[in-house]
């Protein structure tokens, strides 16, 4: 269209019907990529390039939150990514979004949640990377030419060397420094100022100065501190680069090998292929050898062998039949499958994963946020400081050069990269740590809690054990009571009841009426004339014949018609890979353990002995597991939760920091901090080493920051720092914050060993062994 332009550039009329023509087919864009939530809002996920720094994130963010219909908004910096959280009024006003963010100096594109943007990534690696190359070249000539100044060169000689300087420096800044000029401009077009504005401005006075004492002949000249500044800016900005691309890498790769569609069967029997995100629940799809499932799906016929790598990171093929549930993303290596559709494909566990990942990226604790501010003040500060000190130095001097020379030394010096980078890189890093673990983390400021953590408690069934038991023995006698127990066991999807449905099946199914199921109890139906139940043992009981044996005997369930006797079934339970081990290394590193646990006191006691576990709470229900997590965070007490089920999703949300594996049920995965898709519990104790190191991390690059700012400021005020030292020294102190925070991939972080000078006392009146 726009190559058409220039034709009708005489025809007002035309050229109104085409810019309404194309303000409506991106206005058309902009609405394609709203994905609409359970809620009725829409989420808009906008690519922004010329997002740098702390202070583009507040400006972008305070800007849109006030436009009407909009919810939220959030910035990811590590992908250069808003995201807008719309009313649906708001729908059809998206154009106002896009002028905002216009007016505000910034470009924004609409992309899709899956699209990474990995072609224009790699366009902006290339021109840093050619910026950088041009800038380089420029320094390590002007460095050789200002060594023979500096040597004491004759005047004739002198002068000429910094005319050649200027010949080199001024191109060479005014192309490689383009990244800090554009979005300086930008800034002062929009009426803002950004972090790139007082380095543009130092780079222009640094050359305006030498330009101008080369044709007077007099004075110090800093073509070299400009070309320098500018090399290193753009090798701190390339790191930054080069660290946000290889954080996100892990991402790009699974969203790349998401599927885009899978083979329909039509009711007619007939397949056609469609894209994902055409799918719906309910719909039947077909998975052959080789193929990837596109979305979550259960399996209707048919038997074959599943590679579930990709989702847990487990290479081990498992096994899967008629009612095995599939994540999107596994791939089969036998025989094909029948699958029931379970979600769309935006909703599937593939999905939340990268959309965990962003939301990790995205996410900051109290100490980014407070960084984030720091950066956005920065610049008027700066600008006063440099202006107060250049007044100070005419009124104590009356020497123009000279205030020039400090005033520009501190808008160099003060440059608040390394302040702006302590806490981003550290976190963007660790997140991708914990992803290439298998351990999946929801939000940003969730490193920060789970470095604070103290006190671990841990769900029983699921969490410490696989949560897949099996029947070791059982009391039942008669077949009416193996016929009932089989027929209730099948109503409840709890992994105890589908062990007793695995352990009788094939038994006759009897007609069962008033089914229904208590939380942390049991199943009960009516069988003719008698109640029946299957559960907890106490609970059993209740309608059972009196009985003077122990029924809590044993781990398993208990099983009873009404005024019958009570007869036993008992379970045996694994425990999760790592368990044992990961205690261990929580305890050793200071934690306070326990277990709430729903179960029976038997079936706890047994497992907190494998675990050398000595508090522990059984029969816990869900008010009652809560009440626990508030009685510790009224002590002070800074808790851990882990557990996988429904009953623990208000402990998992209550808890200070919790962990979900992925195998939870939707609501325990989305009230976790954290998810991890492996089936090892050492996930935990891995996520809190990653937690503890970053924090150190974050701590040495808050005081290198800081303490390079306390020592430079004084120096380049005081005229001591030179603009070229100036350079050296803010370029050195950001490359340092970076290097520092790349620290934390190298390899699994170091063991954190030490422990705590006082361990978290036993609540008051909390015993050993308690039965809720």
Known sequence: MSCCAPALSGQSGSNDLLSDAARAQRLEEWLHAVRQESDGAGRLVLSVPEMHCGACISTLEKGLAGLAGVRSVRANLTLRRLIVVLDRAAFDTLDVIEDKVKRLGYDAFPVDLGDLDAERDRQEARKLLVALAVAGFATANIMLLSVSVWSGAQATTGTLFHLVSLLIAVPAVAFAGRPFFASALSAVRAGRVN????????????????????????????????????????????????????????????????????????????????????????????????????????????????????????????????????????????????????????????????????????????????????????????????????????????????????????????????????VPVVHVIAAARLFESGILMRNGDALERLAEADHVVFDKTGTLTTGQPKVVSSDLKTAREMDAASTLARYSSHPAAQAVAAFLVGRTAPVAEDIHEEAAAGIEARFGERRARLGRADWVQEIAAASTEDANRGDGLSFAFQNEPIRRIELEESLRPQAAATVDRLRESGFETEILSGDGPVTVAAVARRLGLSKWTAQCRPAGKLARLDELKEKGTKVLMVGDGLNDAPSLAGAHVSFAPGSACDVGRLSADFVFTRPGLEAVSQAYSIAREGRRLVRQNLTLAIGYNICAVPLAVSGVVTPLIAALLMSGSSILVVSNALRLSRGNPRANSERRSESVAMTPGHEEGLTA
């Open 195 to 422: 972090m790139d504005v007082p380095i543009a401005l130092a780079l222009i006075l640094s050359l305006g100065m030498s330009i101008a004492r080369t044709v007077v002949g007099e004075g110090h000249i800093y073509f070299d501190a400009a070309v320098m500044l500018t090399f290193f800016l753009l090798i701190g900005r390339y790191l930054d680069q080069r660290m946000r691309e290889r954080a996100r890498s892990a991402v790009i790769s699974l969203t790349r090998m998401a599927p885009k569609g899978a083979r329909l069967v039509q009711p007619d029997g007939q397949m056609e292929w469609v894209p994902a995100d055409e799918l719906r629940p309910g719909d039947m799809v077909r998975l052959t050898t080789g193929e990837r499932l596109a979305v979550d799906a259960t399996v209707l016929s048919g038997q074959g062998t599943i590679d579930r790598s990709l989702v847990t990171g487990e290479s081990e093929p498992v096994s899967a039949g008629p009612g095995t549930r599939l994540e999107a993303g596994v791939l089969a290596l036998s025989a094909p499958l029948d699958l029931r559709v379970e979600k769309t494909a935006n909703e599937s566990f593939l999905s939340e994963i990268a959309t965990m990942m962003e939301a990790a990226e995205r996410g900051r604790g109290d100490t980014a946020t407070l960084t984030d501010r720091l950066a956005g003040l920065y610049a008027p500060i700066v600008h006063a400081l440099a202006a107060l000190t250049f007044v100070g130095w005419m009124v104590w001097s009356f020497d123009i050069w000279t205030s020039l020379d400090a005033a520009v030394a501190v808008l160099i010096v003060t440059c608040p990269c390394a302040l702006g980078l302590a």
